[in-house]
Each structure stands twice: as C-alpha cells, then as structure tokens.
C-alpha cells in the first residue's frame, strides 16, 4: 500500500511538472509574437504619423486664419485698407526717409494679433527693416508652422542695457553688447552687423504674403499685388493703393497669404538659388530647371531665405504665384540687369502642397499639382513698370488666384 502510494505520489508530482511546462512559453512561441507585435506596429505607426501631421496641418491652418482675420480687423479700422509692404502709409514717415525696407504686412499687423509687446517696441519715426529692434527677434509661436521643426530654432537675445532706436535715419545705439565682440563685433552700426551675425536671433515666420503673378523687385511698386509697396524715390502709398477695393477679382478668387519652408542644409527648397539663370530674362521654368532629385532638395548651393519681418525685400516675406507651390527660389546673380529680380515660391511640409488664406479669410489646400501654363515668358517688372499689369494671369489658375484684378473667372474647386 506504502508502495502504491508512493508510485502514486510519485506520478502526481510528475503530472504537476508536466502542467508547469504546458504553462510556459517556449522561445519559438515567444518569438512569433514578438513578431506580430513588431507588424502591428510597423502597421500602425504611418497611421499615427498621419494623424500627427493631420494635426499639424490643422494648427498651421488656424494660423493662416489668425492672419487673415487680422488683415480683415486692420481694414475695419482703416476704412477698407490693408496693410502694405514698405511705409506704414504714413507721409509724414515717408518724408523722413522711409523706404521699401520699413515694414510688412506682417509688421503692421501686430496689434491685431494679441502682439501688442512688439507693437510697443516698434519705433514711431525712422525705421529701417535691417537695423536691430528687439520687435525682431527671439521665436513667435504664432509665426510656426509645426511642421516645420527649423522656424523655432532661433536664438533669444534680449536688447541689451539701456538700448534706444534714435529717430535720426540710419542710426541705432547700444550702450552694451549683449555678446563677446568676437560674435557681434558691428553691434551698434546701422546695419546690425552682416547677416550671418544676425540670422540665429531673427525671428522667422512661415507665413508670407502674395506678391502675385509678376516677380518684383525691391524699388519696384508692384500692382499685381493685394498688397501694395510703394516705388522708391517716387511717392509714398495712399490709402486707396493697398485696399480691399483693388481686388476686383473678388476675395474668395484671390490668395492673400501662404506658406513657405525655412531653409534646412545647403541645397534645401527653402533657400535661394544665387545663380545666374539660363537665358536673359526671369523666366519660371529656368528656376524650376533647379529641382532636385527628392522633393526638397536643389541642385544647386543655397543662402538663407528671410531677413528680418520687418523687410520688404521679395528675398523676405512674400511668395509669387508663378512657379507651382514646392519650387525653387531664384534670384538673378549681380553681374545681371535687375540683379535683385525674384521668383519666389510656396512651399510647405505637408503633404502634396500647401494651405493658404484667401482674401475672404477662407483657408484652403493648394495642391503643388495645380495648373501653371506658360512658364517659358519673361514675369519681371521692366523699367518700373510690368509688362503687363493688367488683364489675365498668364499663368493659368495659380497665376489667376494671384492677380487682384485680372479679370478671370477662375475659382478654387
């Protein structure tokens, strides 16, 4: 009986060892579902990827709006004016010495984008866009499109000690430097220094402002545009210059702001091509011979996209509606008549285009495959005056949602 117990006990403990292994994974199990776990992920992150990047286009879009409900309050106050590029239309400025350099769209919009601390630094007489003003530096989140990860990367460099912007034109003071010498060594000169001194602490903006379908210079008034500057040495803008009115195509067939990258490596889309281009003239599909193999890459070195918020130069803050969004940006080389000629494009992270702000403050999607015909034509401006500042865009629906009055009855579908 001893026996058969112990015989029993004996198979019971084995029975139990035997359940223990049942119980367990072998490595071969835990391999397979490791596996599986690997493929769920691989499955499911372009998915999580694509709603981060849903989300960011739709801040970027708020944004846009935030803008274009801006420049709808500003011309409340102004009785249908928008804001201009160069002098805040203001004679008595303009008498003073402003230029085309003092002052964008995006400038004179501070008050009505709870910007009022910027609005307070910006100076009431003389001001020139490439001299130092705090009102020009550190990050604005409104300013950044979260899918472009260079525009927050800028430095903070808080003004330095008993620092005054003098009303004298062309002059700035600062009573300390905010910095070793050897770093900005022209601190208090006029210009700030040269522009690699002053392109870490600038701030940058994603958004620009539509120039429309002719590329401009910078002493050249542009009437394509919704938004005006004036002609250098001539006379300063008037009110009914940079208005609503003037966009007879009416808002919801006109783009007025969009979206531009910042320049991220030495042949990226978001710099400027410094060549001369092929043939005489500006002509869009010369620029565009300058894509690249992938989508942001150039074949040709770049420099820095931008300057300051405060310049009117086309190099900064505005974009043409002649080449497609997500081209090349050119500029003509300095041995060449109108050296300073510009073609600048759209562009944007997000996905097969970029949004934009129409004139009615709707905010819609370009997509970079929208109609651009005749891109083989000259689009800049000769001897002060375009070639064409009236009638139809030549460049097809894009051109169209350019021009403010060229007549064309071309809507966004």
Same mark, same amino acid.
């Given at each position: 009986?001893?026996?058969?117990? !112990?015989?029993?006990?004996?198979?019971?403990?084995?029975?139990?060892?035997?359940?223990?292994?049942?119980?367990?994974?072998?490595?071969?199990?835990?391999?397979?579902?490791?596996?599986?776990? &690997?493929?769920?992920?691989?499955?499911?992150?372009?998915?999580?990827?694509? !709603?981060?990047?849903?989300?960011?286009?739709?801040?970027?879009?708020?944004?846009?709006?935030?803008?274009?409900?801006?420049?709808?309050?500003?011309?409340?106050?102004?009785?249908?004016?928008?804001?201009?590029?160069?002098?805040?239309?203001?004679?008595?400025?303009?008498?003073?010495?402003?230029?085309?350099?003092?002052?964008? /769209?995006?400038?004179?919009?501070?008050?009505?984008?709870?910007?009022?601390?910027?609005?307070?630094?910006?100076?009431?007489?003389?001001?020139?866009?490439?001299?130092?003003?705090?009102?020009?530096?550190?990050?604005?989140?409104?300013?950044?499109?979260?899918?472009?990860?260079?525009?927050?990367?800028?430095?903070?460099?808080?003004?330095?000690?008993?620092?005054?912007?003098?009303?004298?034109?062309?002059?700035?003071? !600062?009573?300390?430097?905010?910095? /070793? *010498?050897?770093?900005? /060594?022209?601190?208090?000169?006029?210009?700030? %220094?040269?522009?690699?001194?002053?392109?870490?602490?600038?701030?940058?903006?994603?958004?620009?402002?539509?120039?429309?379908?002719?590329?401009?210079?910078?002493?050249?008034?542009? =009437?394509? $545009?919704?938004?005006?500057?004036?002609?250098? &040495?001539? =006379? /300063?803008?008037?009110?009914?210059?940079?208005?609503?009115?003037?966009? =007879?195509?009416?808002?919801?067939?006109?783009?007025?702001? $969009?979206?531009?990258?910042?320049?991220?490596?030495?042949?990226?889309?978001?710099?400027?091509?410094?060549?001369?281009?092929?043939?005489?003239?500006?002509?869009?599909?010369?620029?565009?011979?300058?894509? &690249?193999?992938?989508?942001?890459?150039?074949?040709?070195?770049?420099?820095?996209?931008?300057?300051?918020?405060?310049?009117?130069?086309?190099?900064?803050?505005?974009?043409? =509606?002649?080449?497609?969004?997500?081209?090349?940006?050119?500029?003509?080389?300095? %041995?060449?008549?109108?050296?300073?000629?510009?073609?600048?494009? *759209?562009?944007?992270?997000?996905?097969? %285009?970029?949004?934009?702000?129409?004139?009615?403050? *709707?905010?819609?999607?370009?997509?970079?495959?929208?109609?651009?015909?005749?891109?083989?034509?000259?689009?800049?401006?000769?001897?002060?005056?375009?070639?064409?500042?009236?009638?139809?865009?030549?460049?097809?629906?894009? %051109?169209?949602?350019?021009?403010?009055? &060229?007549?064309?009855?071309? *809507?966004?579908?």
């Amino acid at each position: 009986m001893k026996y058969a117990n !112990a015989i029993m006990g004996r198979g019971h403990s084995l029975f139990r060892k035997d359940l223990r292994r049942k119980n367990a994974f072998t490595l071969v199990e835990l391999l397979v579902v490791i596996a599986i776990i &690997g493929m769920l992920i691989a499955l499911l992150l372009p998915a999580v990827q694509a !709603a981060r990047e849903a989300a960011r286009r739709m801040s970027c879009s708020n944004k846009l709006k935030q803008i274009a409900l801006a420049i709808h309050n500003f011309a409340d106050v102004r009785q249908g004016e928008i804001p201009s590029f160069g002098v805040t239309n203001d004679v008595a400025r303009w008498n003073q010495g402003a230029t085309y350099a003092d002052g964008t /769209p995006m400038i004179h919009l501070f008050p009505f984008m709870e910007q009022s601390a910027k609005t307070a630094s910006i100076p009431t007489g003389f001001w020139q866009g490439w001299h130092y003003n705090p009102v020009l530096c550190g990050a604005v989140d409104l300013f950044a499109c979260p899918s472009d990860g260079v525009t927050m990367q800028v430095q903070e460099l808080p003004p330095p000690v008993g620092w005054v912007y003098t009303i004298t034109p062309g002059t700035t003071t !600062a009573t300390s430097n905010p910095g /070793p *010498a050897s770093t900005f /060594p022209n601190w208090s000169t006029p210009n700030w %220094g040269a522009d690699i001194e002053r392109y870490p602490y600038l701030t940058r903006s994603n958004y620009v402002f539509s120039r429309g379908d002719h590329a401009n210079w910078n002493t050249v008034s542009n =009437t394509r $545009s919704p938004f005006h500057n004036p002609q250098t &040495g001539i =006379t /300063p803008i008037k009110p009914a210059d940079s208005s609503l009115g003037r966009v =007879t195509d009416g808002l919801s067939n006109t783009i007025f702001v $969009s979206e531009k990258v910042w320049m991220n490596g030495s042949r990226h889309l978001g710099g400027y091509i410094y060549a001369g281009l092929p043939g005489a003239l500006m002509v869009p599909s010369n620029c565009l011979l300058f894509k &690249g193999a992938s989508k942001y890459e150039v074949t040709s070195d770049v420099l820095p996209y931008g300057g300051s918020l405060a310049l009117a130069h086309p190099v900064a803050n505005q974009f043409h =509606t002649a080449l497609p969004p997500n081209s090349p940006n050119c500029y003509r080389s300095a %041995g060449m008549a109108n050296s300073n000629g510009i073609i600048a494009s *759209a562009s944007s992270y997000h996905s097969g %285009g970029v949004n934009a702000a129409l004139g009615d403050g *709707a905010v819609r999607f370009i997509a970079e495959t929208i109609q651009t015909d005749n891109l083989n034509i000259d689009i800049q401006i000769s001897a002060h005056v375009y070639p064409d500042s009236k009638g139809p865009s030549p460049h097809s629906v894009w %051109g169209a949602l350019g021009s403010i009055d &060229g007549g064309e009855s071309v *809507a966004l579908p």
